[in-house]
Nanobody, 130 residues
Framework: QLQLVESGGGLVQPGGSLRLSCAAS????????IGWFRQAPGKEREGVSC????????YYADSVKGRFTISRDNAKNTVYLQMNSLKPEDTAVYYC???????????????????????WGQGTLVTVSS
């Protein structure tokens, strides 16, 4: 069974940092692009960041550029999202998704255009509040 499990969410004060992990089981991430998404209460899901598998190229939404960093460790079969300088508006459930199509991951992450992605995680809650 292909699974992605997110972890690392929690409560953090504004200006603080968290590192989210997206661990794969049942498959190897070597040939999967990964996207991070978030959904705040009452809002639509939005793409946050993604990373390719072919050359490690990355994309960031303007709202997180310069504050978030995506990385992958194929040896650990895990992708990370380092989140710094967190703001209350970053509060959301964060999801990761995997797909063998780098194009599909980039399109869904950067444009919001829906394409079916192969594997989704269950999400981890990030709350930024004082």
């Amino acid at each position: 069974q292909l699974q992605l499990v997110e972890s690392g969410g929690g409560l953090v004060q504004p200006g603080g940092s968290l590192r989210l992990s997206c661990a794969a089981s049942g498959f190897t991430l070597d040939y999967y692009a990964i996207g991070w998404f978030r959904q705040a209460p009452g809002k639509e899901r939005e793409g946050v960041s993604c990373i390719s598998y072919s050359d490690g190229s990355t994309y960031y939404a303007d709202s997180v550029k310069g504050r978030f960093t995506i990385s992958r460790d194929n040896a650990k079969n895990t992708v990370y999202l380092q989140m710094n300088s967190l703001k209350p508006e970053d509060t959301a459930v964060y999801y990761c998704a995997a797909d063998r199509s780098e194009e599909d991951i980039l399109v869904v992450t950067s444009t919001g255009i829906w394409r079916s992605l192969e594997v989704w995680g269950q999400g981890t809650l990030v709350t930024v509040s004082s």
